[in-house]
Nanobody
Framework: EVHLVESGGGLVQPGGSLRLSCTASGFVFDRNDMSWVRQAPGKELEWISM????????AYADSVKGRFTISRDNAKNTVYLQMNSLKTEDTAMYFCALGHSGIGTRGQGTQVTVSS
């Protein structure tokens, strides 16, 4: 059974940074692409980043490009999202997902709130 657990969210001031983690189990991690998506209150789910199984290729939504960095440690079955220069509009529940599109199995999410 696929199991994804996100962590690392919290309250941060605008301009601050957070690093999210997602630990996976139940599948062969290094053979699978992973992605991050987010959902703000009252808004649709937004795909924000993906990384292929080997970790050698990544992609980002324009809304986070240059501020967020996705990475993975296949030895730890973990994918990360480093978020810098956070803005109030980044406030959302963040989920990691199996696959590159963000519509696969997701974890329970971790809340990120950017506020002064």
């Amino acid at each position: 059974e696929v199991h994804l657990v996100e962590s690392g969210g919290g309250l941060v001031q605008p301009g601050g940074s957070l690093r999210l983690s997602c630990t996976a189990s139940g599948f062969v991690f290094d053979r699978n692409d992973m992605s991050w998506v987010r959902q703000a209150p009252g808004k649709e789910l937004e795909w924000i980043s993906m990384i292929i199984g080997s970790g050698t290729r990544t992609a980002y939504a324009d809304s986070v490009k240059g501020r967020f960095t996705i990475s993975r440690d296949n030895a730890k079955n973990t994918v990360y999202l480093q978020m810098n220069s956070l803005k109030t509009e980044d406030t959302a529940m963040y989920f990691c997902a199996l696959g590159h599109s963000g519509i696969g199995t997701r974890g329970q999410g971790t809340q990120v709130t950017v506020s002064s």
